[in-house]
């Protein structure tokens, strides 16, 4: 079946420190890659996505670059904030008649200390 | 910003009882889903809805689960009998499947409701 594994936690760095989370999925087909974060007290928001081998999708500073060949999908930053201390997902998709649920990852707690 | 807002935040309820969970989602979105995370636990899928009826459930969702949108602008889950082991949050999320652009086929999610059955 589809899955999804990634670093299990938590990760506590320094403010600056580089960061980052492993992922590596299973699928039965081509699957777009996704990384949620969830700050406290907060709902599930999507970071980056990628939808095709090789891809990298990019935002606020953290990168992940869709790699078929390992079925890896490795969230970094080259230097956290503490405003970064949240929980992050890796999560897939598969077209499934239009359904295209998300399969998620158990999740990795980021603490970044000043 | 639109966003999926679900209510309450958190629901306490005995053994047996009936819940019903709320969601409104973003207004011009065509898929609805239901999620849940038990604690400690990964995310896991529920069901999706298209269309006003169900396109796909998981093995979670059993008979003591249905949703809704009775309205036009809520999407309901109700559990009719809880259980011990329904205790977990639950995220709403919808999706717009309009246009080419890579974005629109995401989830946008709700903040979640933590349902505590004792």
């Known amino acids: 079946g589809n899955s999804v594994t990634q670093m299990e936690g938590p990760v506590t760095l320094s403010e600056e420190a580089f960061l980052t989370i492993n992922c590596t999925y299973t699928?039965?087909?081509?699957?777009?890659l996704f990384w949620y974060v969830q700050y406290p007290g907060e709902g599930l928001q999507l970071l980056l996505k990628a939808t095709k081998a090789d891809d990298k999708g990019s935002n606020k500073g953290f990168e992940a670059t869709y790699r078929k060949e390992t079925t890896s999908f490795h969230l970094e930053k080259g230097s956290v904030q503490v405003s970064d201390s949240a929980v992050y997902f890796c999560?897939?998709?598969?077209?499934?008649?239009?359904?295209?649920?998300?399969?998620f990852g158990k999740g990795t707690k980021l603490t970044v200390n000043p | 910003e639109p966003e999926v807002t679900q209510t309450p935040s958190h629901q306490v309820t005995q053994m047996g009882q009936e819940v019903i969970l709320r969601c409104v989602p973003i207004?011009?979105?065509?898929?609805f889903y239901w999620y849940r995370q038990i604690l400690g636990q990964k995310v896991e899928f529920l069901v999706s809805?298209?269309?006003?009826?169900?396109?796909?459930k998981s093995e979670i969702f059993d008979d003591q689960f249905s949703v809704e949108r009775p309205d036009g602008s809520n999407f309901t889950l109700k559990i009719r009998s809880t259980k011990l082991e329904d205790s977990a949050m639950y995220f709403c999320?919808?999706?717009?499947?309009?246009?080419?652009?890579?974005?629109?086929?995401?989830?946008?999610f709700g903040p979640g409701t933590r349902l505590t059955v004792l």
């Open positions: 207004s011009n979105h065509l898929y």
């Open positions: 809805f298209y269309n006003n009826e169900i396109s796909e």
């Open positions: 999560a897939l998709s598969l077209p499934q008649g239009g359904s295209e649920k998300l399969v």
């Open positions: 699928a039965t087909g081509y699957p777009s």
């Open positions: 999320a919808s999706r717009s499947i309009a246009g080419a652009q890579v974005w629109t086929d995401t989830q946008y």
